[in-house]
């Protein structure tokens, strides 16, 4: 149609203003500042990132990132996976699914409340008010501050309930890439004698592969993001902090600009890397 | 799977088993607050909350005093408002901004069309947090750190590329014959837009709106970071993790204030599940 470009203009302009003022240029300049020092005045070279990398508590930061990077992934992807493969067999699915779902609905602040609570621990002796020394003390165990022993207990305590945040979305997706399986495919490997192990071995999970990359990326680059359940939580105290509440704190209470810029930089580079190896790849598989 | 064989009955009771347990983790800690907010401040600091289903229909061991000291004296009913202020602009801003410019990414033709659009693409999983810094010290020199309109407009930037990608995706599979005989009949792409884009998306439009406005809703960190510390602009979940700051374990009081702030969210989760998540199914890339 002749003329469009006007029209182009007027209906992309607010768009590319926004995006741009928001997010292009703003992320541009993050880079630029991390190069500076706390109040962006001196250009100070790699010493913010030198920083990042020899800080012991960064550090720490980092190595929880990782755990994090490594059992919260594999956790939801591996439960929302055996959810969708059980729940198709059971005639309540639908009610199933919601339960799983719902935690996606509400705050991860709210949910960082909800597991507090869960966690909530008295001594040895007392009425426990947490369900989950309930239940430890009812075995016959003694009750844990599972928010403070560091560095395993609480750290996993709070990938828990990251696990319980997110496991309704890794499940949403692949039941209904599971679902798209064609049936007569599983059936026939079945009559030829497969077991169930079998045919989601060797036939479910190779159709399964496209969605549980992109469900992994997905989770991978959320969680490198993490603040809000350590925030409310814990809020990075005992040894739990992550690199999001790390920038957090260089901003608003140590006011060292660059080093929160550097810290945002490093978010973005594996958020960066982890999408170019999935676009790779997703364009390797379209090419064969 | 139709034999019934001795074998077969018992790994369909493993089956049941497994998911039943894991509902009762999922669902479990959320009764665990649902519970507690409704008990009086000495039972919940004194025994558990399951202790109330040994008696469930004994209505004298619930109380609303929780709710009353949350709303009124902890300032969660004024952070409800503002929520509700924040919420719905931060919505319909960035769902018609994305949809004008979905239709043209998929409709119209112009210089730079795809390379906009690989752009927006890739901005999807830029992390906020490379943004923040540059933003916060433009908002303090013009004041319009702790404003809604500050937020509003912040939440209509970050929601852009996930909208624009969705409704893109949805616009472009309408059929082409639609457009062009529009077109001859004279119409506007502005027309275009309004008469037969818009009113032939509103699943999409639907999704988006519900996932935009349980983004903004949800969202602490935005508003930690723009909304300057003060109460007068603070939402709810700003104002839940202040309260967790100065309660602690006073559970009574901490289970109140967060069932608040689900209170919302859980309400349009039961009624418009199936368009949330068709969203989720559509763009599963949003972080």
Redesign the interface.
């Given at each position: 149609?002749r003329g469009?470009?006007p029209?182009?203009?007027?209906?992309?302009g607010?768009?590319?203003l926004?995006?741009s003022?928001?997010?292009?240029?703003?992320?541009l300049?993050?880079?630029y500042?991390s190069f500076f020092d706390r109040n962006s005045r001196n250009f100070v070279g790699l010493d913010n990132y030198r920083y990042l990398f020899t800080n012991a508590s960064v550090q720490a930061a980092f190595r929880n990132n990782l755990l994090w990077l490594v059992v919260f992934t594999a956790g939801t992807v591996l439960?929302g996976l055996l959810?969708a493969v059980?729940?198709d067999?059971?005639r309540y699915e639908a009610v199933?699914k919601?339960?799983?779902?719902?935690?996606?609905?509400?705050?991860?602040?709210?949910a960082?409340?909800?597991?507090?609570?869960?966690y909530?621990y008295r001594p040895e002796g007392a009425?426990?008010?947490?369900?989950l020394n309930?239940l430890v003390v009812a075995l016959g165990g003694s009750p844990r501050a599972w928010l403070i022993e560091q560095p395993w207990v609480n750290n996993l305590a709070l990938i828990g309930a990251g696990v319980?945040i997110w496991?309704?979305?890794c499940l949403?997706?692949l039941s209904?890439a599971y679902k798209g399986i064609p049936r007569d495919m599983l059936e026939a490997a079945?009559v030829d004698g497969a077991n169930e192990l079998q045919v989601f071995r060797h036939i479910s999970l190779p159709q399964l592969y496209p969605t549980l990359a992109?469900?992994t990326?997905?989770m991978i680059?959320?969680v490198?993001?993490v603040?809000?359940i350590v925030?409310?939580m814990t809020?990075g105290q005992f040894g739990t902090e992550v690199l999001?509440n790390r920038?957090?704190k260089e901003?608003f209470q140590f006011r060292h600009?660059g080093r929160?810029?550097a810290?945002?930089?490093v978010?973005?580079a594996v958020?960066?890397v982890?999408?170019v190896i999935n676009i790779r790849r997703f364009r390797e598989e379209e090419g064969r | 799977m139709s034999r019934v064989t001795p074998g077969s009955v018992m790994s369909r009771a493993l089956l049941h088993l497994i998911i039943v347990l894991l509902c009762l983790v999922w669902l479990l800690p959320t009764l665990g607050l649902l519970v507690s907010s409704f008990r009086p401040a000495h039972a919940v600091s004194s025994s558990g909350w399951w202790t109330v289903f040994a008696t469930p229909f004994d209505l004298t061991q619930y109380t609303l005093d929780n709710y009353r000291h949350v709303l009124f004296q902890d300032g969660m009913a004024r952070a409800f408002l503002n929520s509700l202020i924040i919420t719905v602009p931060s919505t319909a801003l960035p769902v018609l901004v994305a949809a004008l410019a979905a239709f043209a990414f998929a409709w119209l033709r112009f210089p730079g069309r795809e390379v906009l659009l690989l752009v927006v693409v890739g901005l999807l999983v830029v992390p906020l947090q490379t943004t923040f810094i540059p933003i916060l010290r433009l908002y303090s020199q013009w004041g319009a750190v702790g404003t809604f309109a500050g937020l509003w407009l912040a939440h209509t930037g970050y929601g852009l590329p996930f909208a624009i990608y969705l409704l893109r995706n949805f616009f472009a599979a309408l059929p082409r014959d639609l457009f062009e005989s529009a077109y001859i009949d004279g119409a506007s792409p502005w027309t275009a837009f309004w008469r037969l884009a818009l009113p032939m998306s509103t699943p999409a439009l639907a999704s988006l709106v519900i996932f935009q406005f349980l983004w903004v809703w949800n969202d602490l960190l935005v508003a930690l970071i723009y909304a300057g510390g003060t109460q007068e602009v603070a939402p709810l979940t700003v104002r839940l993790s202040t309260l967790v700051g100065s309660y602690g374990q006073e559970w009574h009081v901490l289970t109140a204030a967060a069932f608040v702030t689900m209170f919302v969210p859980l309400v349009v989760f039961f009624a418009l599940q199936r368009y949330f998540v068709r969203g989720i199914l559509a763009g599963a890339v949003k972080g």
């Open positions: 149609m469009e470009k029209w182009a203009a007027l209906f992309v607010p768009a590319v926004l995006v003022f928001y997010l292009v240029l703003p992320t300049h993050t880079v500042l439960l959810l059980l729940l067999r059971v199933a919601s339960i799983i779902f719902l935690p996606m609905a509400i705050s991860f602040a709210g960082g409340v909800i597991w507090r609570f869960m909530a009425a426990q008010i947490g369900l309930q319980w496991t309704g979305f949403v997706i209904a079945r992109v469900v990326t997905t680059i959320n490198m993001k603040f809000d925030y409310v809020n999001a920038m957090y901003m600009f929160a810029s810290v945002a930089v978010l973005l958020a960066t982890v999408m | -």
